[in-house]
């Protein structure tokens, strides 16, 4: 059971680098998203998606970009990484109209920005 | 904007002792609630869910909260607390919206739950 899958698991990038971060979910949820985790401050939103063709921004979106390329997948785009994006991103999926069911979310991908 | 306050960072436990973790939020509407488990290395994982009737919800592994809607919370608790249930804890609200089935979570900071042997 796949489930939320994500790649890579581990990046290393110099500040000014670009990176995408893709996700793909085998659930056929409608709705996904994008979230990084950071000590002390717990999960918070970056981007959405709440159906195909469909992306929003979240509370932190600044300096990221989304694609929601078709039902499946949703990549995170950093233009120009910056150390203060260093952290730990997860993806993350639901049905949309489920306000009962939870997200799924992936193992999550451990990014550090030099 | 709505929050959500867990003011428990850390907390350290004995086995087989009790768990209780607080949670709070602020938003004054109708609200989905949820707990989420962390174990080291791995995902998120729902521990728990309240969406409405009984304000007391069971969740996998012996854990349950409870709602009290006058006080905004929604504690998570375990009689007895194993080795094993070493993790992070995340509380999560999900501010409904009407005519909407979209879920949009807001996160507490979380608490690092060490339980030692």
């Known amino acids: 059971n796949a489930g939320v899958t994500q790649t890579p698991k581990f990046q290393v990038l110099k500040t000014g680098q670009s990176m995408t971060l893709q996700c793909a979910q085998d659930?056929?949820?409608?709705?996904m998203y994008w979230y990084r985790q950071d000590p002390g401050m717990g999960l918070r939103l970056i981007y959405y998606?709440?159906?195909?063709?469909?992306?929003d921004k979240g509370e932190v979106p600044n300096g990221y970009n989304v694609s929601r390329l078709n039902k499946r997948e949703f990549s995170l785009r950093l233009e120009s990484a910056a150390p203060s994006q260093t952290s730990v991103y997860f993806c993350?999926?639901?049905?949309?109209?489920?306000?009962?069911?939870?997200?799924?979310f992936g193992d999550g991908t451990r990014l550090s920005i030099l | 904007a709505q929050s959500v306050s867990q003011h428990n960072h850390h907390v350290i436990l004995s086995e087989a002792a009790s768990l209780e973790l607080g949670c709070n939020y602020s938003?004054?509407?109708?609200?989905?609630l949820f707990w989420y488990v962390q174990y080291p290395g791995q995902h998120l994982q729902l521990l728990l869910k309240?969406?409405?009737?009984?304000?007391l919800v069971k969740g996998i592994k012996g854990f349950e909260a409870e709602f009290i809607k006058s006080k905004f919370s929604f504690n998570l608790r375990k009689p007895s607390v194993q080795w094993s249930d070493t993790a992070e804890y995340f509380c999560?609200?999900?501010?409904?919206?009407?005519?909407?089935?979209?879920?949009?979570?807001?996160f507490g900071t979380g608490t690092r739950l060490l339980v030692s042997p």
């Open positions: 999560a609200v999900n501010p409904r919206t009407m005519n909407t089935g979209f879920q949009k979570l807001v």
């Open positions: 993350a999926s639901s049905e949309y109209r489920g306000l009962n069911q939870p997200q799924h």
């Open positions: 998606s709440a159906s195909e063709g469909t992306t």
């Open positions: 938003y004054g509407g109708t609200v989905n």
């Open positions: 309240y969406f409405s009737g009984d304000p």
């Open positions: 659930m056929n949820h409608n709705s």
